[in-house]
Every structure is written in C-alpha cells, then in structure tokens.
C-alpha cells in the first residue's frame, strides 16, 4: 500500500501563488510515476500535471502550462505542485496520485485509471 499525504491547500486571491506537497513511502519516487489531479464541483476529475521517474519527464495540462510547476525531491520524499497566478477556475480539490512505472507507460499521463494510489485531497479555492 502506497499512503500519500497533500499539503499546501488554501483560500487564496487571484494572481497569488500556492505551493502543494505530496509526501509519499521511502522509494515511492524511483518506481512510481507521481501526478496531481483536480476535481471542481460538478466537473470530471482532471489530470494537471505528472513527473516521471525515469527521467524526471513532467507534464502539464494547456490550462496550467507557464503557472503550475512540479518538481520532486527524492531527499525528502515529496513532489510539489508550485502553482502562480491562480484563477478562479483552478479552484477544485487537488489529489496527489501514483502509479507504477510499469503500468504508467501503458497509459497516457493524464488518465486517472493509470494510478492506483490517491491521497485524500486538498482544497484550494480561489476567490475574486
């Protein structure tokens, strides 16, 4: 079993900034791709970024590419979503999300039945 644990979730303004923290097991990071998701009221779960773990490879979603920003350290088993200039329309509850490196590659980054272990989630609402 594979615990992951968000951080970093708040009430915001538009045009500040957010930093998300996903704390994952020992080791978790050299066999399992990390991703976060998002999930507004009403809407479908959507994928917003990913990172490898052959190559640190990362992917955004179009509506996050230039603001969001993923990075892992291996040191302190997290992935951080740095995210700037939030809009009101990132506002959802954000999981973090991992799927095994073998089983990743058979999917595209994006899609949620790649990964089979979530976190709980954390809000983020951004308000005008």
């Known amino acids: 079993q594979v615990q992951l644990v968000e951080s970093g979730g708040g009430l915001v303004q538009p045009g500040t900034s957010l930093r998300l923290t996903c704390t994952v097991p020992?080791?978790?990071?050299?066999?399992?791709?990390v991703a976060w998701f998002r999930q507004a009221p009403g809407k479908e779960r959507e994928g917003v970024s990913c990172?490898?773990?052959?190559?640190?490879?990362?992917y955004y979603a179009d509506s996050v590419k230039g603001r969001f920003t993923l990075s892992r350290d291996n040191s302190r088993n997290t992935v951080a979503l740095q995210m700037i200039s939030l809009k009101p329309e990132d506002t959802a509850v954000y999981y973090c999300?991992?799927?095994?490196?073998?089983?990743?590659?058979?999917?595209?980054?994006?899609?949620?039945?790649?990964?089979?272990?979530w976190g709980q989630g954390t809000q983020v609402t951004v308000y005008s």
């Open positions: 990172i490898s773990t052959s190559d640190s490879t990362t």
């Open positions: 020992v080791f978790t990071l050299d066999y399992f791709a």
């Open positions: 999300a991992a799927s095994p490196r073998l089983k990743w590659y058979g999917y595209t980054w994006s899609q949620s039945s790649a990964y089979d272990y």
